[in-house]
């Protein structure tokens, strides 16, 4: 019985820390505009560290170890909209030369076997 419980326990975890992301995502409107999204990134940035800092805290204060002083996290100061656009630029760009590909990459390996099978 109790080797059964635990598998369940993990995956009952897993599913809410994925749905607690989905809700979260949803919530925020993550998915929206691309303005909506860089204002919820900087959003994140400004709560997210502070958050993390306060947690720290709290569990060198309920455990009594002390924790080593982390570094600064890295600003990103980088336009969201001209990442994201490259990005989908670059997939579309490697799915639409996809069907062709393998053929020039056959032909090219045929003629080297043929080359070197004299």
């Given at each position: 019985?109790?080797?059964?419980?635990?598998?369940?326990?993990?995956?009952?975890?897993?599913g809410?820390?994925?749905?607690?992301?989905?809700?979260?995502?949803?919530?925020?409107?993550?998915?929206?505009?691309?303005?909506?999204?860089?204002?919820?990134?900087?959003?994140?940035?400004?709560?997210?560290?502070?958050?993390?800092?306060?947690?720290?805290?709290?569990?060198?204060?309920?455990?009594?170890?002390?924790?080593?002083?982390?570094?600064?996290?890295?600003?990103?100061?980088?336009?969201?909209r001209?990442?994201?656009?490259?990005?989908?630029?670059?997939?579309?760009?490697?799915?639409?030369?996809?069907?062709?590909k393998?053929?020039?990459?056959?032909?090219?390996?045929?003629?080297?076997?043929?080359?070197?099978?004299?």
């Amino acid at each position: 019985m109790g080797t059964q419980v635990w598998p369940l326990m993990r995956f009952l975890i897993k599913g809410s820390v994925a749905g607690g992301a989905i809700y979260l995502v949803y919530d925020q409107e993550l998915l929206g505009p691309s303005d909506e999204s860089e204002a919820a990134l900087r959003k994140a940035e400004e709560i997210v560290p502070p958050a993390m800092y306060q947690f720290g805290q709290y569990v060198c204060q309920q455990t009594g170890l002390q924790m080593l002083q982390l570094p600064e996290p890295p600003k990103l100061n980088f336009p969201v909209r001209e990442s994201w656009n490259s990005g989908i630029i670059t997939v579309m760009l490697a799915l639409s030369m996809a069907p062709i590909k393998p053929c020039e990459y056959s032909k090219e390996g045929w003629e080297y076997l043929k080359e070197h099978a004299k």
